[in-house]
Each structure stands twice: as C-alpha cells, then as structure tokens.
C-alpha cells in the first residue's frame, strides 16, 4: 500500500521540481533583462530639455515632409473624373476622427472653389500645405486608413489648377 501511495507522490515532486526550476530559469532571464535595459540607459546621453525640444520638432519635421512626399507620389495617374470620397460620420474611427474630418473639411473647399469659377484657383498653395498637414495626421493617428481616395481627389484638383492656369495663360493676348 505505502509503494502505490509514494509512486504518484514522487511523480508530483518530480512535475513541480521541473516547474520550479522553469520559473527560475524565467526569473533569471528576467534579471538579465532588467540589467541591460538598465546599462543602456545608463549609458544613453542625456539631454537638456531644450535638445529634446528639437529633437522632436526634427523628428515631427522628418514625419512631415515623408507624408508630403507620399502624398505628392500620389501617382502619376491623374484620375478622369473626380470621385469625392468621405465618410459617413457614424463609420469615423473613434481615434481619428478629428484628423479624418479636418482632412475631408480641406478638400471639400477645394472641391467648392473648383465649382465657384471655372477659371479660378481650386486649391492655393496655403490649401495644398493644409491638406498635406491633415493627411499626414491621418496617417500618424490612424496608420491603416487608407489615403488612396484623398490622394486621387487632389490629384484632380492639381491636374484642374494646372489645366485652368494653362488655360488662362494661352488665352492671354501676346504682342
């Protein structure tokens, strides 16, 4: 009787030594963890908070003129027609949707501009830096939203200014 009680005893002592020794295996590795985070900040140099200032203003910079370029290479596809994309309020990302809205807001200007004369400006160049402003906000608040239809509604608005400026350019009486 005692051998049939002291088998499945020693089994138990032997799973939970094994488990023991995992959990400080863990432990050990969480040690060392906390060991070279702690010597790489340590090492790190510290800066004053008027470098950190401009190490963000650089770094908010960097993210700018990268969602300008993005936003430039929209394509060099002008698409035909214009397709007005926006989203129904009740479809916003609760995260961004400020930024969604405030980008939608500066295209629909252009888009009424374009539709008050059909010879002036549809987008200034302050609009344009405003729309490229919004949408790289977009993009930080809110990485997978898809930009493409914004991208494509500017595309026309500058390929429209461009055809309007052509237009009034080539109308001019020469001497």
Same mark, same amino acid.
């Given at each position: 009787?005692?051998?049939?009680?002291?088998?499945? #005893?020693?089994?138990?002592?032997?799973?939970?030594?094994?488990?023991?020794?995992?959990?400080? /295996?863990?432990?050990?590795?969480?040690?060392?963890? /906390?060991? &070279?985070? /702690?010597?790489?900040?340590?090492? =790190?140099?510290?800066?004053?908070?008027?470098?950190?200032?401009?190490?963000?203003? +650089?770094?908010? $910079?960097? *993210?700018? &003129?990268?969602? +300008?370029?993005?936003?430039?290479?929209?394509?060099?596809?002008?698409?035909?027609?214009?397709?007005?994309? &926006?989203?129904?309020? @009740?479809?916003?990302?609760? =995260?961004? +949707? $400020?930024?969604?809205?405030?980008?939608?807001?500066?295209?629909?200007?252009?888009?009424?501009?374009?539709?008050?004369?059909?010879?002036?400006?549809?987008?200034?160049?302050?609009? &344009?830096?405003?729309?490229?402003?919004? *949408? #790289?906000?977009?993009?930080?608040?809110?990485?997978?939203? @898809?930009?493409?239809?914004?991208?494509?509604?500017?595309?026309?608005?500058?390929?429209? @200014?461009?055809?309007?400026?052509? *237009?009034?350019?080539?109308?001019?009486?020469?001497?």
């Amino acid at each position: 009787m005692k051998k049939l009680i002291l088998y499945p #005893v020693f089994l138990l002592g032997l799973c939970t030594e094994h488990a023991a020794q995992a959990q400080a /295996g863990a432990l050990v590795n969480l040690i060392g963890l /906390g060991v &070279r985070v /702690g010597a790489q900040a340590a090492l =790190k140099p510290k800066l004053t908070p008027e470098q950190r200032a401009a190490q963000q203003a +650089a770094e908010k $910079e960097a *993210a700018s &003129r990268q969602g +300008a370029a993005e936003l430039d290479a929209a394509g060099p596809a002008v698409p035909k027609e214009l397709v007005v994309h &926006r989203t129904p309020a @009740d479809k916003l990302p609760k =995260k961004s +949707a $400020e930024q969604i809205t405030s980008l939608e807001t500066q295209l629909e200007s252009c888009h009424a501009a374009m539709l008050a004369t059909p010879t002036g400006v549809v987008c200034s160049p302050e609009q &344009r830096t405003a729309i490229q402003n919004a *949408a #790289v906000s977009v993009a930080r608040a809110q990485p997978g939203w @898809d930009l493409h239809p914004y991208q494509q509604e500017m595309a026309f608005y500058l390929a429209e @200014d461009a055809r309007r400026q052509q *237009a009034s350019t080539g109308a001019a009486p020469t001497k």
